[in-house]
Every structure is written in structure tokens, then in C-alpha cells.
């Protein structure tokens, strides 16, 4: 019932290259987040998305870029790896009417290695 | 800034038993939202139970409920009759009216044992 897939589960890569992490909604939702985890910080937002083409930043934003062409792609672009972008990355979906109480819906995630 | 704080970075309870996993939030505002998350060692991360601000009632799933304490701050999870299935790392989070973005803490592990 995946209303929200992120590609790829897995990859490693090396430092300096730049890499693409892709996450793809059959929801509609409006919505869109980058989070990223790491050990002792929990989750943290890097990049999030309002609609097509409306883009802003999160708390950790450097070295990351977003691209938003469609409501269902939501796409996060590391410009050139570097070591400390080695973690866990989750992208998020939110029906976000403002007043409605609702939690975000996550994708599975893609695990991140820089080497 | 909103800021949400997991104390306890590990936690561990017998199969059956309850356990209390802490949350406390920093926050100027009124009226906002609460949530707890589960992620079991598949990386998902699950919904399990959500707090309005204005209510009063604690919220309750089937084993899972909060206490929730507005003037303290505080909105902590109980998890009663602890099962095997329960070991997860938790993750409580805020949500302002004011905005759509999550912010978390930083989790605590649980670890049930039979």
C-alpha cells in the first residue's frame, strides 16, 4: 500500500560525486519533506516542499538541493558528497491542510553511505 | 525556536511490564501537536499515537497512551503489557498550528526482554 517510495534503499558513493535521492507520492498530498537521521540527533529537516516548484530550507540545508516538477516527485540532490552526509535519509508526505491534526507519512527511507 | 528533548537514550522493560518513555518540549505557543513515533529495526517509522494541545484528555491506543502535561510540558508515553513486537526506537515530535514541519527529538531505544 505504499502511497510514498523512495529510490534508491541503498548506495554508497564516493566523496566529491554528486548523488540523487529520489521520493515519489501516489497521494497527492501537497507536502513534501527531506529529513535526515543520524545517531543523537534524531531526525532533522533539510529541505520541504508547499507545491510545484515551491521549495524551502530546513534546519541542515547545506550541501543538499531540492527539485520539485510535479506533485508526486520530490527530489534531493547532494551536490558533491561529502563523509558527514552519511546517513539515513526519509522523506515524509503531510495532507497539511494547517487546522488539521494529522502526522507525516514516511517512506522507508535510503541509507546513505559516503566513502 | 521549538525544541523537543528525549532524555533517555535506551530503556528496557521485562515482556508484559509497563514502561514510560519521557518527552519534554520548549515552546512559546498555545496551541500545537504532539506525536510519537516508532521505528522498528525495518527503518519505518510508524505513527502511534497523536496529542492536540487544547485537549485536556490523554490519548489513548489500545496499549499505548501519553500523559500529558501542558504546564510541565511534558508528554510522555506508557506502553502497558510490553510485547517483543514493542522493541523499537521511539521518536516524539512536535507540530505547531503555525507550521507543517515535524520536529523531533532525538529518540530513545526500547528494548523488551522475555
Known amino acids: 500500500d505504499a502511497g510514498i517510495t523512495q529510490s534508491p534503499r541503498h548506495k554508497v558513493t564516493e566523496t566529491g560525486t554528486p548523488v540523487t535521492l529520489r521520493c515519489h507520492q501516489t497521494e497527492n498530498h501537497r507536502y513534501m519533506y527531506w529529513y535526515r537521521q543520524d545517531p543523537g540527533h534524531g531526525l532533522r529537516l533539510i529541505h520541504y516542499?508547499?507545491?510545484?516548484?515551491?521549495?524551502d530550507k530546513g534546519e541542515v540545508s547545506d550541501g543538499y538541493s531540492v527539485s520539485r516538477s510535479k506533485t508526486e516527485d520530490f527530489l534531493l540532490t547532494l551536490e558533491s558528497a561529502t563523509s558527514s552526509q552519511t546517513s539515513v535519509y526519509f522523506c515524509a508526505i503531510s495532507e497539511a491542510h494547517r487546522e488539521f491534526m494529522s502526522g507525516y507519512t514516511f517512506g522507508s527511507g535510503t541509507r546513505l553511505t559516503v566513502v | 525556536a521549538q525544541t523537543v528533548t528525549q532524555s533517555q537514550p535506551e530503556m528496557s522493560v521485562q515482556e508484559a511490564e509497563t514502561v514510560t518513555l519521557s518527552c519534554t518540549y520548549d515552546?512559546?505557543?498555545?496551541?500545537?501537536?504532539l506525536f510519537w513515533y516508532k521505528q522498528p529495526p525495518s527503518r519505518q517509522m510508524i505513527l502511534v499515537i497523536r496529542q492536540e494541545a487544547y485537549k485536556q484528555q490523554n490519548a489513548t491506543e489500545n496499549r499505548f497512551s501519553v500523559n500529558f502535561q501542558k504546564a510541565a510540558k511534558s508528554f510522555s508515553l506508557k506502553i502497558s503489557d510490553s510485547q517483543l513486537g514493542d522493541a523499537a526506537m521511539y521518536f516524539c515530535?512536535?507540530?505547531?498550528?503555525?507550521?507543517?514541519?515535524?520536529?523531533f527529538g532525538t529518540g530513545t531505544r526500547l528494548q523488551v526482554f522475555p
Open positions: 515552546t512559546s505557543e498555545s496551541d500545537y501537536y
Open positions: 515530535a512536535y507540530r505547531s498550528k503555525g507550521t507543517d514541519k515535524l520536529i
Open positions: 516542499s508547499y507545491g510545484v516548484k515551491d521549495t
